[in-house]
C-alpha cells in the first residue's frame, strides 16, 4: 500500500466536516428589527419628527436612523445582531438616550422617554433668501419669549417680544425690514431666541 507524500498531502480538498464549519463561519449573525415610541417624559405626549439614530457602542454612526410618526411610533429594521446605542434627537437638539440596547434576531420594543428643551428653533428657510425669510420656533412652556435679528457687527436690526407667549409651534415671517421699516442690505444675520431659559442662534443669509 503507497502513501501519498507530503506535497500530495497538501494538495487534498478539506473534509466534509472542515467545509461545513467554513460554510457556517461565513453565515452573517441574524438581522434583528427595533421599534418602540418616542414620547415626552412629563406629560407622556408623543414626539413627531424626532430622529431616532442607531449609533455603535463608540458612538459612531451605524447609518441606520427612523423618524418618528404623529403617534410617536418608529421602527429599525435589518439590524444587524449586535449592542448598541440610541440617540434620538429633534434639529439638532438631542432630547434622549438610550445606551446598550441588545439586538437578536426578533423584534425588540424600546419605548423612550424624551426631555423636550424649553425653546428650539428650526433653521431659517429659504435659506439664503431674497424677498422674505421664515422662522418657525416652539416653546415648550408659557411665558415670555424674545427673537431678535443681528447683522455680523452685533447690531439688532429687528426684534420681537411676547411677555405671555403660547407653549407651542409658530412660523414668523420677516420681509427684511428692521424696526423702522427700513429693507436691509443682503448679506448674513443672525437669529436669536430667548424663552424658557434657553437661547439659541441660528445663521441665514439674504441675497439680492
Known amino acids: 500500500m503507497s502513501v501519498p507524500s507530503c506535497s500530495r498531502a497538501r494538495g487534498l480538498r478539506p473534509t466534509a466536516v472542515a467545509a461545513a464549519l467554513i460554510a457556517l463561519l461565513a453565515v452573517p449573525a441574524a438581522a434583528g428589527t427595533l421599534c418602540g415610541t ?3 417624559a412629563v406629560t407622556a405626549a408623543p414626539i413627531a419628527r424626532a430622529g431616532v439614530f442607531l449609533r455603535h457602542l463608540d458612538w459612531s454612526n451605524t447609518g ?3 423618524a418618528s410618526a404623529v403617534d410617536g411610533s418608529w421602527c429599525l429594521d435589518a439590524v444587524p ?4 446605542h440610541l440617540d434620538v434627537r429633534v434639529d439638532d437638539y438631542r432630547i ?3 445606551q446598550n440596547v441588545v439586538v437578536d434576531g426578533s ?3 424600546v419605548d423612550i422617554a424624551t426631555q423636550m428643551p424649553t425653546a428650539t428653533l428650526d433653521v431659517p428657510w429659504p435659506n439664503p433668501a431674497t424677498g422674505q425669510v421664515s422662522f418657525r420656533l416652539r416653546l415648550g412652556h408659557d411665558g415670555p419669549a424674545r427673537m431678535a435679528v443681528f447683522d455680523l457687527a452685533g447690531r439688532r436690526v429687528r426684534a420681537w417680544a411676547d411677555d405671555a407667549a403660547a407653549a407651542g409651534e409658530r412660523v414668523l415671517d420677516w420681509d427684511f425690514r428692521d424696526d423702522r421699516g427700513r429693507e436691509v442690505p443682503a448679506g448674513r444675520y443672525y437669529l436669536r431666541l430667548e424663552a424658557g431659559g434657553s437661547v439659541v442662534t441660528r445663521p441665514f443669509v439674504r441675497v439680492r
Not at 445582531?81 to 448598541?84: E, K, N, Q, S, V
Open 81 to 84: 445582531a449586535g449592542t448598541y
Open 64 to 66: 441606520l436612523h427612523a
Open 96 to 98: 434622549g438616550l438610550v
Open 38 to 40: 418616542v414620547r415626552d
Open 107 to 109: 423584534t425588540s420594543g
